[in-house]
């Protein structure tokens, strides 16, 4: 089973940018990868994926301001937020999928406030 671990959340003021990164305990190459976030009271939403080629996806509210990357060969993904907003307030997880396999890790919080 793979461990996926986030960090990188935190308090940030409404415009500025956070670097959330999720480290796997095993190879993810082939795995496509998912950021997905939940708000108190709301159900979890997908912000971005990215394919194993590398090809990333993201939800219309996040377009051009997020970007996800993925590093294989660290076994990390990487979600790159600017222009944060107050309604980013969430925590983020991340999501691994190859098949039958669906991982998920515990959650970073992100909170954009002033």
């Known amino acids: 089973q793979v461990q996926l671990v986030e960090s990188g959340g935190g308090l940030v003021q409404p415009g500025g940018s956070l670097t959330l990164s999720c480290a796997a305990s095993?190879?993810?190459?082939?795995?496509?990868m998912g950021w997905y976030r939940q708000a108190p009271g709301n159900q979890r939403d997908v912000v971005a994926s990215?394919?194993?080629?590398?090809?990333?996806n993201y939800a219309e509210s996040v377009k051009g301001r997020f970007t996800m990357s993925r590093d294989n060969a660290k076994n990390t993904v990487y979600l790159q937020m600017n222009s944060l907003k107050p309604e980013d307030t969430a925590v983020y997880y991340c999501?691994?999928?190859?098949?039958?396999?669906?991982?998920w890790g515990k959650g970073t919080l992100v909170t954009v406030s002033s």
């Open positions: 999501n691994a999928k190859w098949g039958w396999r669906n991982y």
């Open positions: 095993e190879s993810i190459s082939s795995y496509v």
């Open positions: 990215i394919t194993s080629g590398g090809s990333a």
